[in-house]
């Protein structure tokens, strides 16, 4: 890389890490948080869930305005728009403005996430320099998830849970500066008029499905409130694809939504993402509730999770350059069942438990993040840089549904299996075989996920090995792209 391209890699990849420790750092605070602002049990989870839905929900319309308007303003806008959220939130005396400043950290993610990935990719051909940049990224994600459980474990018991939001405001200025500097503009060529019903329809229909899921654990499947939440989503979200058929200029072209690589590379990055975050939330309970583990230990105990992330993200590109995409994503998804599978044999020995899950959580993440990383080269190769907003937009608006639709589901798995509940509260016992059996799916569906990218996934070639001088592709070597 060019003296240029590094610190260009440097203020992004410093971006992408800060909104994946924004996504877990509240996790450890919530009862203090709930104790301070006056939240009640049934209503605390929405301080995650404001966040994830509006972040999910937006992801693709700013990817496409981005495309249209340039990915450095709208990087810059979503930094601003972080900073003065996160001081709000730092400052919030009400459950209305913790709210309301989460939904806005939500929609900056929403802004910066794709606009960073698409900076990434364009600043770097497709080859050995962009497999390598987006192994950073993917392995500073899950470093950055596993860092806000220990970060926000550290402020809260050091400080207050208030500086779980203040942090955000001086790296918030110094990225903003930084990306006025460092960073060109990137447009896309070309610059269709906005889809509006394409986007009002996919956004409404995203957050109509998040909200539903999201309700699953407070509501159960049977409540008109899920059910019918989750009909609206399915109502919009067809109309979205037969409005995107006939669009002029689609938000989404369907030679895109139907490209063998963005189908299933995305497939494979939402099994990666929902799955490895519900295993956090099934560990933390089992380490909090069984080991009896203070949340600062918790939060300590992923440490390993996070090294063994940054590991997979270091060694990913050359595992791509001797395996291809497809190789790497099942190979990753592959690790990643296997141990998550073994923390079945869960038991309440303290000793054993923390050494099963310090080694099980290193190895797989690991194999997380290397299917992360082959994931998000999957998922934006053989596309134009016109479209590029719109295939990293998917990519992360796959990783933010991910994030939010694992926990609530396996929390509801791990629930089926808890047995009686005295005052509410499930009995270790309960709570051992709840949270074993939510594992053990949990690994069941990683390794579905990696049967069908074997089978569906085209072929492709190897990437070129880092050292090797970029070369331009045969036409028999590029990328596949099904646009049938």
Known sequence: MTGKQKTILLVLLGAQFMFAVDFSILTVALPEIGADLGFGLDSLQWVVSAFALTAAGFMLLFGRIGDMVGRKKLFL?????????????????SPEIMLAARIAQGLATAIVTPSGMALITTSFEEGPLRTKALGLNGALLSLGFASGAI???????????????FINVPVGIVLFVAGIVVISESVS???????????VTVTAGLLAFVFGITGIERNGWAAPQTWGTL?????????FYLIELKSDAPLAPVAILKSN?????NLGGLVTFSMESALSFLLTLYMQQVLELSAFQTGLMFGFLGLGAFLGGTFASKILARTGAKGALVLGLVIQAVMTGALFWLGENKTAGIV???????????????????????????????????????????????????????????????????????????????TTFGIFVDGLIVLGGALLVALFLRTDRPAAAPSTPRQAPAADERPLVDAK
């Not at 970060?151 to 939001?165: E, H, Y």
């Not at 609206?232 to 109309?239: P, R, S």
């Not at 690589?261 to 590379?265: E, L, R, Y």
Request: zero cysteines; hydrophobic letters at 50%.
């Open 189 to 199: 060529d070309s610059r269709p008029k906005l889809d509006v019903p394409g986007a």
């Open 356 to 434: 099963a899950i310090l080694v099980t959580t290193f190895v797989g993440g690991f194999g997380h993040v290397l299917a992360i990383v082959a994931y998000s080269v999957t998922a934006t190769s053989g596309i134009d840089d016109s479209e590029q907003g719109l295939a990293t937009g998917l990519a992360t608006m796959t990783q933010q549904i991910g994030f939010t639709l694992g926990i609530p589901i396996m929390s509801a798995v791990a629930a089926s299996q808890y047995g009686g509940l005295t005052d509410g509260v499930a009995s270790v016992a309960g709570v051992l075989t709840g």
């Open 261 to 265: 690589s963005v189908k299933w590379g």
């Open 77 to 93: 806008v979503g930094m601003a728009l972080l900073t003065v959220s996160s001081l709000i939130g730092g400052l919030a005396t």
């Open 151 to 165: 970060l926000g474990g550290v402020l809260t018991d050091l400080l207050s849970w208030r500086w779980d939001f």
């Open 231 to 239: 009909l609206l989503a399915a109502v919009l979200l067809v109309a």
